[in-house]
Structure formats: structure tokens, C-alpha cells
């Protein structure tokens, strides 16, 4: 069995910097054809952010372009993501997700093609 563990996630102030890391275990991380990192606010659909496939190429959504960066260490078997420059409107709780499907563009952000998902990681940005 599959168990994804964010960790990472805290309170920063507006414009700076925290990076997520998500752990996997109970599978070959290399055999997760795509991850991917979604957030949710209470009373929002759980969204894309960006999402990574098994050939490192990498999709986020245009709000988070040129801030964030998503990657993967296959033989630490972590996904991470590197927050920077962030804003308020970042704040949220942050879930890593898994499918053993090949995902491509921006299949990476849609949330119903994940099938792994970790319990999720709060952060909370102050201006």
C-alpha cells in the first residue's frame, strides 16, 4: 500500500520562502508515472498547482509561474516543492498526489486523475 507524508508547510510572511516536501512509501517511487501538488481553502474545490511526470516535465497553474518549482528525487523517493515570493492568497492546505497512470499538460493539475493523495500540509502566508 501506497502512503504519501507531506511535511514542510507552516507560516511565513508575504514574499518569502518554504519548500514541501512529500515522502513516499509502500512503492517503487519511480513507478508513480506522475505527482503532483493540489491545495484547497475551506469551501473551494481542492486545485492544481503543479504537477511532474515521469519524464520531469513539469506543468503548474499560471498563478504560481516563475514562483514555485515542483521536482522529484526518485531515489530518495521525494517530491518537493519549493514555494518562493509567496502571497497571501497562497495560504492553504497542501496535498501531494500519486498515479501510477501517465498524466501529461495539464491533466497534471486535475485533480480526478490522482488516485494516491497524503493527509496535507497547512500553509499560511501573512501579509
Known amino acids: 500500500q501506497v502512503e504519501l507524508m507531506e511535511s514542510g508547510g507552516g507560516s511565513v510572511q508575504a514574499g518569502g520562502s518554504t519548500r514541501l516536501s512529500c515522502a513516499a512509501s509502500g512503492y517503487s517511487f519511480s513507478n508513480l508515472a506522475c505527482l503532483g501538488w493540489f491545495r484547497q481553502t475551506p469551501g473551494k474545490e481542492r486545485e492544481g498547482v503543479a504537477g511532474?511526470?515521469?519524464?520531469?516535465?513539469?506543468t503548474y497553474r499560471e498563478s504560481v509561474k516563475g514562483r514555485f518549482t515542483i521536482s522529484k528525487d526518485n531515489a530518495k523517493g521525494t517530491l518537493y516543492l519549493q514555494m518562493n515570493n509567496l502571497k497571501p492568497e497562497d495560504t492553504a492546505m497542501y496535498f501531494c498526489?500519486?498515479?501510477?497512470?501517465?498524466?501529461?499538460?495539464?491533466?497534471?493539475?486535475?485533480?480526478?486523475?490522482?488516485?494516491?493523495w497524503g493527509q496535507g500540509t497547512q500553509v499560511t502566508v501573512s501579509s
Open positions: 511532474i511526470d515521469r519524464y520531469f516535465t513539469t
Open positions: 498526489a500519486a498515479s501510477p497512470f501517465h498524466r501529461t499538460g495539464t491533466e497534471l493539475l486535475s485533480n480526478w486523475l490522482f488516485n494516491l
